[in-house]
Antibody, heavy 116, light 112 residues
Framework: AVQLVESGGGLVQPKESLKISCAASGFTFSNAAMYWVRQAPGKGLEWVARIRTKPNNYATYYADSVKGRFTISRDDSKSMVYLQMDNLKTEDTAMYYC???????WGQGTLVTVSS | DVVMTQTPPSLSVAIGQSVSISCKSSQSLVYSDGKTYLHWLLQSSGRSPKRLIYQVSNLDSGVPDRFSGTGSQKDFTLKISRVEAKDLGVYYCAQTTHFPRTFGGGTKLELK
């Protein structure tokens, strides 16, 4: 069965950094573009970042709200995708979901709270 | 950015009723390959989103045929026939044709 398991969330102060991870299994990870989507408390869904596959040069795309602060990466040998979040702001507080295959697969999410 | 406008924002329904949710995009969602990447998701309370329908009208595995999706270009509809208690939650439309990917604001389906 397909599984996406996020980890690494927590409480950080504004301007600090945090790296969250997503472990994938049950599908051919190296063939799949991977996404991060977030949901602020009580709000809707917001797409954050995407990373394509090796044949597509691992091309990355970011929402304007995180461009220049967040970096998505992947390790195909470990079936892992990461989101390095720098210079965090209070408005980055959200549940962060890893998703793949055109939104067909979702993890359970990891909560990131940015507060002083 | 493509703006996805969902209506209504909430719906109260009795078990067994049928409901429809509208999703309108600010641009055509037809991709250069001719396909339309408009999807419907359900987020039940406290859970991760789950995709129900992909590319306008294709049901994901295990999704009952009480759910149906229609539409084209910029105007899409999700219909749920004979609503059951397990259908309650927030429904989102989402487009993966254009960057950035965008979601509708959600429609909360509640029991009357």
């Amino acid at each position: 069965a397909v599984q996406l398991v996020e980890s690494g969330g927590g409480l950080v102060q504004p301007k600090e950094s945090l790296k969250i991870s997503c472990a994938a299994s049950g599908f051919t990870f190296s063939n799949a573009a991977m996404y991060w989507v977030r949901q602020a408390p009580g709000k809707g869904l917001e797409w954050v970042a995407r990373i394509r596959t090796k044949p597509n040069n691992y091309a990355t795309y970011y929402a304007d709200s995180v461009k220049g602060r967040f970096t998505i990466s992947r390790d195909d040998s470990k079936s892992m995708v990461y989101l390095q979040m720098d210079n965090l702001k209070t408005e980055d507080t959200a549940m962060y979901y890893c998703t793949a295959a055109g939104l067909a697969y979702w993890g359970q999410g990891t909560l990131v709270t940015v507060s002083s | 950015d493509v703006v996805m406008t969902q209506t209504p924002p909430s719906l109260s329904v009795a078990i067994g009723q049928s409901v429809s949710i509208s999703c309108k995009s600010s641009q055509s969602l037809v991709y250069s390959d001719g396909k339309t990447y408009l999807h419907w998701l359900l987020q039940s309370s406290g859970r991760s989103p789950k995709r129900l329908i992909y590319q306008v009208s294709n049901l994901d595995s295990g999704v009952p045929d009480r759910f149906s999706g229609t539409g084209s270009q910029k105007d899409f509809t999700l219909k749920i026939s004979r609503v059951e208690a397990k259908d309650l939650g927030v429904y989102y439309c989402a487009q993966t044709t254009h960057f950035p990917r965008t979601f509708g604001g959600g429609t909360k389906l509640e029991l009357k």
